[in-house]
């Protein structure tokens, strides 16, 4: 199935490796002589292989329940000092006392995981918390063991230590190696007890240890030695009793009878032989199973050199063939592995080809023919000869890359893995090699985009699913103030500034991880808290099966850009405000200045020209109405000429401690003949004792014209209220509140009222006009004294005005 497929590939290269190391092992294993050498030499494989792992080899006597801690590697030398204060003791090379239970989970010849971690896994002589000390200080996992164990004769066992969270799940691997080991171990103790006996026992092992019998010229059996019964299990009677085929196996019954029949031939002839004679058969044992025998026959001739028997010396030889057909088989699969790999494998004897797999012809295009039997640096690219020849003559162990020649005279760049073995005592080079051409070009073009992204103007940051950094280049450190070891691992929120919404967040999220790619601008944070703008495009990384495996941001600093946006926009803003003011000023002087001014020439007129016509009476109310004229024309005047300095920032605004009740009855004053001609009465109901801290002139001119609105709009014969007080909101200011009982204003004008582009200009209760100005002015001194105002209004009920006052607390 295809999944099955990428599975394959993607474990082919750590099973490729495995094989490496097992078909090495099992080279290296054998030309060993000792087997402190062969524990040395497991543990220094398996530390190399299994990183952040501790592993220890214990030697086992059952006989004596006990065992000693031989090798320990994985762990550095300051770990093992900080181990030894810790127990009060080195613990290598000590005794201690064999768990029972461990026997059971060493002979099974598997890995087994101690579940109970280091405290089941050490002897009872260790404190508790000296055991726990070394857990926590070497930060072990999972413990795990496997016995080194042959034809149930357990030798030695492995101990596996797995630090830092990681956990062992090489189970078969260890296994085969562990298995390789203890036959090679077998073979050892079998050579040297072999060479101690034929040393100091040779003649009593020869009729001992090895079956001796003899027949005569019809090949009947005569004698069997006593150490038949040992050997097979049958009394030497009973063996004598015995036919032939009832004894060995079919295979080794065609054997012994071609040698029967040769024999009776040579003797039929005359022949004198006296070679020894070697054969490998089967014999049964008396339980019904086989046993391998190498039966040693030599022809016995009388002194007229007449043939007259055999003696044969039969040694059981069932281990050494067991042992050598697990050998064969191993190699078997180490051939079929090597066949199946990816990687080309070339074996040469001085240069000289021997071997090669199928892939090394795949690879290159050489057919076998072509291959064999030639010199290696044959089919090495001239540029990289004399490196192969100095690694060739330097017996180099390791990894480099080369160039080679192939079949269709192109060449390709390979990594090599090369180092001397020797097979059957002759001395090889094994060369495993990998096409890495594509390779070579993907890492060009990788630097090339790795440079284009490190000198990007923008800031790119890739994340991984989670939306953790994991890369960023230096772009990002330049505009943010975060260096790279400060950003990765973090998520990007520490930019956060909380201008961007969460449902911001969740959009840009709901594209990216359904594939599509999101753009936007955010408000972010430096790491120094100042402000920026980025515009982003955020996207997937996708792998070639379709998987989105990571995320990307390509960003641009665009805060220059929507500082000069604002910029703009706010110059915009004041040319709109001005162009208003201006209009504003314009018509307030062709109407609402040219009115009043044409009046008095009107009323003047009629003072100088036709004065005779009008009574006393006539004459005082024409003054009295150019009086209320001017006074009204003054204001508008002072109104636009303070409005004008505002403008133009020339207004001294100095603040000073003033009684705010005295003050407003001073305003009253001032608009109290309005107040008359209309039956209003003004309350003030502010206390006396409330001073504030302002510039009096600018809070007589906002009474004046609030007051004036006020009257302006409320119905005759109604009331107008001010009153005052501290405000519990914010502190250090007095809130002053004029209420009228007037028409109300419409909610949609609310906002307008402030706001010189959009003035609004309404007549009054009893038509009285206005100019619009006075509600703009009130705003912007108000403002001006540090204070703000407001409106709430219902539709005819009347409006309430609030503005806000520093207050002088002190006094107060």
């Known amino acids: 199935m295809p999944g099955d497929k990428v599975s394959y590939n993607e474990s ?49 006597d059952t006989q004596l329940n006990e065992i000693e801690l031989k090798q320990v590697k994985g762990i550095g030398s300051t770990l093992v000092e900080k181990i030894i204060k810790i127990l009060g003791i080195n613990p290598v090379g000590k005794h201690y006392r064999l768990h029972k239970n461990h026997i059971n989970y060493f002979k099974q010849g598997e890995v087994i995981e101690i579940s109970e971690g280091l405290k089941e896994f050490v002897s009872d002589g260790f404190p508790t918390f000296a055991v726990n000390s070394t857990q926590k200080l070497l930060k072990i996992n999972k413990v795990y063991t496997i016995g080194i164990n042959k034809d149930e004769q357990l030798f030695a066992a492995i101990h596996f230590f797995a630090l830092n969270k990681t956990e062992i799940s090489d189970f078969e691997f260890i296994e085969s190696l562990v298995k390789q080991t203890g036959i090679v171990i077998q073979r050892i103790l079998l050579r040297n007890e072999l060479s101690k006996s034929e040393e100091k026992y040779r003649l009593l092992a020869e009729n001992i240890n090895d079956v001796i019998l003899s027949c005569d010229i019809h090949f009947k059996l005569t004698y069997v030695s006593n150490s038949v019964e040992t050997i097979l299990g049958y009394t030497p009677e009973e063996f004598l009793a015995f036919k032939l085929e009832d004894i060995v196996d079919n295979q080794s019954l065609k054997i012994l009878n071609s040698a029967i029949s040769d024999r009776i031939a040579k003797t039929k002839n005359h022949v004198i032989d006296t070679h020894i004679k070697l054969w490998e058969i089967k014999v049964k044992h008396k339980d019904g199973q086989y046993l391998w025998f190498e039966i040693s026959t030599n022809p016995l001739y009388n002194k007229q050199n007449e043939y007259i028997g055999i003696v044969s010396v039969c040694r059981n030889i069932t281990d050494r063939k067991k042992t050598q057909e697990e050998l064969n088989e191993s190699q078997a699969r180490y051939k079929i592995l090597t066949d199946l790999t990816v990687e080309g494998i070339i074996i040469h004897e001085n240069g000289i080809i021997v071997d090669v797999n199928p892939s090394a012809l795949k690879v290159t295009g050489y057919t076998r023919d072509q291959i064999i039997g030639k010199n290696i640096l044959n089919f090495i690219h001239p540029d990289s000869v004399e490196s192969v020849k100095s690694k060739i003559s330097n017996k180099f162990s390791g990894i480099y890359e080369i160039s080679i020649l192939c079949a269709d005279n ?30 070579k070009i993907t890492e ?38 975060y260096s790279y070891d400060e950003a990765t691992g973090k998520n990007p929120r520490i930019l956060k500034s909380g201008y961007t919404s969460p449902e911001e967040y969740e959009e840009l999220w709901k594209i990216i991880t359904t594939g599509g790619m999101w753009k936007g601008e955010f ?14 495009t955020v996207s997937p990384i996708i792998d070639e ?56 020439v009107q009323f003047l007129e009629l003072l100088t020209e036709k004065s005779s016509d009008y009574s006393e009476s006539e004459k005082d109310d024409i003054i009295k109405t150019l009086f209320e ?61 409330l001073f504030f801290y302002a510039n009096d002139t600018s809070v007589k001119t906002i009474f004046r014209n609030l007051l004036s609105n006020a009257i302006k709009f409320s119905h005759r014969s109604s009331q107008v209220l001010i009153n005052a007080k501290l405000n519990s909101l914010q502190k250090g200011f007095i809130e002053v509140a004029i209420t009228d009982n007037g028409v109300g204003i ?33 705003k912007e001194l108000v403002e001006k004294n540090g204070g703000k105002i407001r409106v709430e209004s219902t539709i005819g009920k009347g409006s309430v005005f609030y503005f806000l006052l520093p207050a002088n607390q002190q006094i107060s």
């Open 444 to 481: 060009k073009e990788i630097l090339t985009l790795s440079t284009a992204v490190k000198q990007s103007p923008a800031s790119i940051v890739i994340t991984d699913l989670k939306g953790n950094i994991e890369y960023v280049n230096p772009q990002f450190t330049k505009i943010t103030g």
């Open 523 to 536: 408000h972010n944070k430096r790491k120094d808290g100042t402000l920026y703008w980025e515009l982003a």
């Open 545 to 600: 099966k379709g998987k989105i495996i990571q995320y990307i941001a390509v960003k641009e600093d665009i805060t220059a850009r929507k500082e000069a946006e604002d910029a703009l926009k706010f110059s915009e803003k004041e040319l709109k405000r001005a162009n208003a003011a201006k209009d504003l000023f314009f018509s307030i002087i062709a109407h609402d200045l040219k009115g009043p001014v044409g009046n008095f």
């Open 746 to 778: 419409p909610k949609e004008d609310i906002d307008k009222l402030f706001k010189i582009e959009t003035n609004i200009s309404t007549y009054g209760t009893e038509k009285e006009k206005g100019t619009g100005l006075g509600l703009i002015l009130c």
């Open 12 to 60: 082919l290269p750590k099973h490729q490796e495995q094989f490496r190391i097992l078909n090495q092992s099992l080279s290296d294993l054998i030309n060993l002589s000792g087997i402190e050498n062969v524990y040395e030499y497991l543990t220094n494989v398996l530390s190399g292989y299994f990183k952040n792992t501790a592993v220890l080899l214990i030697t086992i």
């Open 410 to 439: 192109s060449s390709l760049v390979v990594e090599i893995e090369a180092r001397n073995v020797f097979i059957e005592s002759k001395e090889y080079r094994v060369v495993a090699f990998r096409n890495i051409s594509e390779r």
């Open 629 to 689: 004229l001017s006074i009204k024309t003054n204001n508008l005047l002072d109104d636009l000429l303070l409005w004008s300095r505002i403008q133009m920032n020339k207004i001294d605004l100095t603040p000073g401690v003033h009684n705010l009740s005295q003050m407003l009855n001073s305003s009253i004053q001032i608009v109290s003949e309005n107040a008359k001609k209309k039956n209003i009465e003004i309350i003030n109901t502010i206390d006396e004792n």
